[in-house]
């Protein structure tokens, strides 16, 4: 039986409007992420984030640098929201992220965003993949049911930095069907210093024990061998262990469990202000990388995939052509 996503059940039950007036209501004196900045954002007052009422979209695309099983033959249909509730120093998007007087421009309707959503769909992508859905969570709601209204079937991914508000998450329960979660650091003060936030571990690690919850930690495989339903944890390794990789994987492997699918990338390289930043003003050294990746087998955590390393300065790898998979993952998908 081919998938069905649980947002189509909970729109024709009027559990997605009643979703939908909940979350923009919190725009009132906006909480929708940790920072809880108290703007009425319904009144297009401007949060932290630099975000006002309306969502601001950078660019949307089939995209082909995700995870092999999401990608499949036609893409990730993602939506790449401009500005951020974090400000990474070494951000490789930071010209969207961290640009808000030019992303001003970007601003577009609910109905504007829905079309997007259902263009991604008559495309042929497999997925609608929400990059940087954080701080404009109410509004892809409320574009989503629009979009649901004239035929949006498609799984949706909820690609965030993780520095999520749980009870935010609680109100996408049954309408995200894969969550896609950084986790940054396991350091309070490595999130301060180069993210520029407060308690990332405790929020983000908060966060994604309710994904778990609602996805849980096996990945559900269609017919046409793509994730359908589950979580996928993504862990950049960073140069002098800022990230703190043990920790982390650590902490997944006993709050979660070693089931839990894992995406280790290699990709870091200096960029934006971390050009001019001790320690963080070189790419992962291979010896770095591979002692991330030794832990994994310790730790016997085996589903997922792991970027292969290159020493070119400035390569970005891509997951479909330079990826290892996990013992739990297949790279194919016939």
């Known amino acids: 039986m081919s998938f069905v996503p649980s947002y189509i059940k909970l729109y024709h039950a009027g559990e997605l409007h009643r979703r939908v007036e909940s979350l923009e209501a919190m725009l009132g004196a906006c909480n929708i992420c940790p920072h809880e900045c108290g703007n009425n954002r319904l009144r297009d007052e401007i949060s932290r984030c630099y975000s006002g009422y309306l969502p601001v979209v950078s660019a949307y695309t089939p995209h082909f640098g995700e995870e092999p099983l999401l990608v499949g033959t036609k893409g990730v249909g993602n939506i790449f929201f401009g500005n951020c509730n974090l400000r990474c120093i070494y951000c490789q998007n930071y010209l969207i992220s961290q640009n808000y007087r030019a992303e001003r421009k970007n601003e577009v309707s609910f109905e504007q965003l829905s079309k997007m959503m259902l263009d991604l769909q008559e495309r042929g992508c497999h997925e609608i993949g929400f990059v940087s859905p954080t701080h404009f969570v109410p509004q892809i709601i409320k574009s989503l049911e629009i979009a649901v209204g004239k035929g949006l079937t498609i799984p949706l991914i909820y690609n965030t930095n993780a520095y999520d508000s749980v009870e935010v998450l609680r109100l996408l329960d049954g309408i995200i069907d894969i969550y896609l979660p950084d986790l940054k650091y396991s350091d309070e003060e490595m999130g301060y210093q180069y993210s520029k936030i407060k308690e990332y571990p405790r929020h983000a690690r908060a966060a994604i024990i309710e994904m778990r919850r609602q996805v849980g930690s096996e990945l559900l495989i269609g017919e046409d061998g793509l994730v359908k339903r589950g979580l996928i944890i993504r862990h950049l390794v960073l140069p002098n262990d800022i990230a703190g990789s043990k920790d982390a994987l650590k902490w997944i492997k006993t709050e979660l469990g070693s089931e839990t699918t894992m995406s280790v990338m290699a990709q870091y390289f200096p960029t934006h202000k971390a ?17 991330v990746l030794a832990l994994l087998d310790t730790l016997r955590i085996e589903n997922g995939w792991a970027q292969e390393y290159e020493a070119s300065e400035y390569y970005k790898p891509e997951f479909e052509d330079r990826n290892r998979p996990f013992k739990g993952c297949p790279d194919n998908f016939d």
């Open 275 to 291: 050009l001019t930043t001790p320690l963080l003003d070189r790419k992962v050294r291979q010896g770095e990388y591979e002692r």
